[in-house]
């Protein structure tokens, strides 16, 4: 059984368009878990990756901000809302501001897929700060994570996803290969000493409720119900990369998928 504390217990580091919405999502419906009011706290990031200082605040304060004005508050909630976007953010005892809502005897959960790419100073950190956590990392194809990630910041950027122009463009942004570098930043989990389950994205799909059983038989959590195991949270939609950009990314995501097969095994990764 997870430690209890006043802080959380399960930790999903990624990776991003993993599945990790999906899994927020159902974990939620799980008794014993507790999340916070939004996905993705940033908390260990926000110290460690300098990227993430330039929007993280934001992220914390938008996400806030969508739930105040849709109301169906309690008093409680809209205090603790509120306390969240006090300065400083951020910080240790904003951390713990977050999760000083949580029910004695649940398991505080927190799912952020920016931490898959902490330094070793940062890992260390979480190591230090958090009593012994579960952390679950799930792999994707690299190239499929890829393609996902690009097509999710075109959408939000308003560009057609018909311009093989933009497309490319989209691929060749650093952001899209560092948050998917299985071989720079995994490395650094296995030696964390950390628990660590790593898990094969296609058993999102393949096998649902197989995974979350998985998952809980990880982190100490009895089994229940998942209404929504079968339902995708974020589905892809219309519009394929083209020829050209897969092409580009199978040649330059290649040393990534060898990585892979390496160190989880052809069996592993052809569930990814």
Not at 46 to 65: C, L, P, T, Y
Not at 79 to 97: A, C
Not at 138 to 143: A, K, L, N
Request: net charge positive.
């Amino acid at each position: 059984m997870p430690v209890m504390s006043q802080l959380p217990a399960v930790i999903c580091i990624g990776a991003q368009k993993a599945g990790t919405s999906w899994l927020h999502e159902n974990l939620a419906s799980h008794p014993r878990i507790w999340v916070p009011p939004f996905k993705e706290l940033h908390f260990f990031d926000f110290k460690f990756v300098e990227d993430s200082k330039k929007w993280a605040k934001w992220h914390i304060r938008s996400n806030v901000k969508k739930l105040l004005t849709r109301g169906n508050l309690t008093a409680d909630q809209e205090r603790h809302l509120r306390s969240l976007m006090e300065e400083p953010i951020l910080n240790g005892t904003w951390y713990k501001r977050v999760f000083s809502a949580m029910p004695a005897g649940r398991v505080g959960l927190d799912v952020t897929p920016e931490y898959s790419t902490l330094p070793a100073e940062g890992i260390s950190f979480m190591k230090k700060y958090l009593p012994d956590p579960h952390i679950i990392y799930i792999i994707r194809d690299p190239v499929e994570r890829a393609i996902s990630q690009a097509k999710m910041n075109m959408k939000r950027k308003g560009l057609s996803l018909d311009d093989a122009e933009c497309w490319l463009e989209a691929v060749r942004e650093p952001v899209i290969t560092a948050r998917g570098d299985y071989a720079r930043y995994l490395p650094l989990w296995d030696d964390s000493g950390m628990r660590v389950s790593y898990m094969a994205f296609g058993d999102i799909t393949r096998k649902p409720k197989d995974f979350l059983r998985e998952v809980e038989q990880f982190c100490g959590l009895a089994p229940a119900e998942y209404p929504a195991a079968h339902r995708p949270v974020f589905p892809t939609g219309p519009g394929n990369a083209p020829d050209s950009v897969r092409a580009l990314l199978e040649e330059r995501l290649t040393s990534q998928r060898e990585f892979l097969a390496q160190r989880f095994g052809a069996e592993f990764v052809s569930r990814t």
